[in-house]
Every structure is written in C-alpha cells, then in structure tokens.
C-alpha cells in the first residue's frame, strides 16, 4: 500500500447504499476499502467487486458485535496501519405502522443495538487506528427519522426506528465533542428516502403503493444517494461538519 492511499471502513456494504459507496469509492485510485457484511462469503456483488478492482476487502461484521469489530481492526492494521474514514452505514428499519403505545420493546431493543450500538461499537474498535490518520473522519448514515423536531410531526408512525436513530445522532454529539482533542471530524449524514431494499419496504409499510413515492420528498437511487454522501465525505471538514446533521444535500437537519 502507497502512502498516499485513502483508508475506509464501511459497515453493511453487502448491498443498498452501503454497496453504492464502497463502488464509488472503489472507483478511486489509491483508495483501500475495508468492506462490512454480515456474511461477506455470500455476499455475490461485493466479492465481484473486490475481485474486479482489488482495493475492496470484504470482512465480517455483525452491527455491535465486539469481536467483529475487533477483527476487523486487526485487519486493518495489518493491510494499512490506519484508517482514514469511517462510515457506520449498517442499519435496519422495522415496526413502521406499529404505534408506540404497542411496538414490542424487544424492537426497541433491537434497532438500538443495530443502529446505535453498532456504530459506537465499530468506532471504539477502530479509534486507535482512525487517531494514526492525519484527517480522521466518522461518519454515521443515520436518518431523518432520528430528528426529535421531525419526529415531532412526522406523518409516520415508527417510533423503535427513530428512536433508535435518534439515539445515534445524540452519540455522534458526543463523538464530536470528545474528539476534538484527536482532530477527528464526526458528522450525521440522512442518505435521503433511497430506494433500497429498506427504502421500499418502508414505503410499502407506510401503505404507499408500488411505484409511488411520498409527495415531496424525491426518492433516490442508492447511486444518486452514494454521490451525494461521498461528495460530503470528502468535503468534510472540522469548522463547518463536526458535530453537525446534514441532509445529502449537505443542508442542515434540526435535531
Ligand atoms: N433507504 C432509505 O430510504 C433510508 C433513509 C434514511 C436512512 N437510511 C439509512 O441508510 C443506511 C443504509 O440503509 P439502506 O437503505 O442501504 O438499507 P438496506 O438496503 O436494507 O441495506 C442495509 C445494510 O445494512 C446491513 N445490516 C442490516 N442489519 C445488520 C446487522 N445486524 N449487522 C450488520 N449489518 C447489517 C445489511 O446487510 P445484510 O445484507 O447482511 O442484510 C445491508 O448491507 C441505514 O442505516 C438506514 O437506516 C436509509
């Protein structure tokens, strides 16, 4: 590996707009992209990707597993040294249209470990070697969903996931505030209503029927969505991102 190579480390890049990154991104001379998947074997399109390009390393990663994360340390020790990005993509949206006053807690639960815990975990494991990077930079796709003013008087109903997103945005506060001493850059990034597997299921569970979308809001593919979230990755910069929510336009989101 040069010395001039950009090191990531994307979590949930198996498929949906985590894929669409790491291919951006693999599209780059002198990049190296550690790649997560929960089962990166059977992952088809990311092997095919690592194998077409050779600067993709699929490694598992299961959201909040420790030893996960701490494997995948290893490996990036052992292939770069450092790691320049991170990117907490992994997530999972479910109970839309179940109301808070009947949402099993174990999906409260759940979606907490997945989208807040997982993010947490992956940085902890990986801090040591983001803090050997001259321009340390995490970032958490987490969602509008997870903005209190939003949620406030959203015409949706989906209180686990937002909540749970909600408490991954409060987190990156922390990251943000707590980092600055290391030079580290931590920012919230909402990928915009993208039509991945999530995206559609959500859509479907809001009652929205196929092919539609909700009024006002574009629906974006995982590519347009990747583009628009790399382009704030890589113009990310402590003054005006960290510790900031930012739409994939790069404008600003209430908390
Ligand atoms: N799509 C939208 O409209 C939208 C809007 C706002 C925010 N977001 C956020 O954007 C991020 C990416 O979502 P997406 O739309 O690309 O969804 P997606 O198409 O459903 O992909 C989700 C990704 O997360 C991985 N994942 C799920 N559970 C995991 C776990 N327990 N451990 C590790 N990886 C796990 C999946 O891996 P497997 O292939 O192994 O399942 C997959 O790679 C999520 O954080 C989501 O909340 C999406």
């Given at each position: 590996m040069s010395s001039s190579t950009t090191v990531y480390a994307i979590s949930g890049?198996?498929?949906?707009i985590g894929f669409a990154i790491t291919s951006l991104l693999a599209q780059r001379d002198n990049v190296l992209i550690f790649a997560g998947a929960r089962d990166p074997a059977h992952s088809a399109q990311l092997q095919a990707l690592a194998e077409k390009t050779g600067k993709v390393v699929p490694v598992k990663l299961e959201s909040a597993n420790e030893d996960d994360a701490a494997a995948l340390a290893r490996v990036v020790e052992q292939k770069a040294g450092h790691v320049d990005y991170v990117i907490a993509n992994a997530g999972i949206a479910e109970d839309f249209n179940n109301p808070v006053f009947s949402a099993p807690a174990s999906s409260f639960t759940k979606q907490f470990m997945v989208n807040a815990i997982g993010p947490l975990v992956l940085l902890q494991q990986l801090y040591p070697l983001l803090t050997k990077s001259s321009t340390p930079r995490f970032f958490v796709v987490s969602s509008v969903a997870g903005s209190t003013s939003f949620a406030a008087t959203a015409p949706l109903i989906f209180s686990p996931y937002s909540v749970s997103k909600a408490a991954v945005n409060n987190l990156v506060v922390h990251i943000a505030r707590e980092g600055e001493k290391d030079n580290l850059v931590a920012t919230v990034v909402h990928p915009g209503m993208v039509l991945s597997d999530m995206g559609v299921a959500a859509l479907k569970g809001m009652g929205i029927p196929e092919g539609e979308g909700i009024p006002g809001i574009p629906a974006l593919t995982p590519d347009e969505s990747a583009n628009a979230l790399v382009k704030i990755f890589d113009e990310a910069k402590r003054e005006t991102h960290n510790g900031k929510f930012l739409s994939y336009d790069g404008s600003e989101i209430p908390w």
């Open positions: 890049a198996s498929r949906g």
